[in-house]
């Protein structure tokens, strides 16, 4: 689980990892634009709601497997998720 928080500049915010009895400051991330802190906004929701994405990942991946036909007509996508699965397990175990 991740948290961002505000600083005392718009365009930075503070990440940081809220695993329990672990928490930890991640980084300070500071906007590429002034100018576009809608767009900056967006991006960071994408950090705090990445454990969602690896749970959806690993869903369509065990229904691929499940049929037969959709296995092999997705096999590239399939390794691509598992590639991507996988990277995923060696962050969260450091």
């Known amino acids: 689980m991740w ?13 940081f990892s809220m695993k329990p009895g672990e928490e930890f400051h991640v980084a300070t991330i500071v ?14 929701a994408t950090l705090v709601y990445a454990p969602e994405m690896r749970q959806k990942l690993a869903l369509v991946a065990a229904r691929l497997r499940v049929n ?17 699965l996988s990277k995923i397990e060696v962050l969260e175990a450091s």
């Not at 718009?10 to 990440?15: F, L």
């Open 31 to 44: 906007s590429g634009s002034s100018e576009k802190l809608d767009r900056f906004q967006i991006e960071l």
């Open 3 to 15: 948290r961002i928080t505000d600083t005392v500049y718009s365009d930075r915010k503070n990440w």
């Open 68 to 84: 037969p036909l959709r296995l092999e007509e997705n096999s590239d996508l399939l390794f691509q998720i598992d590639e991507l």
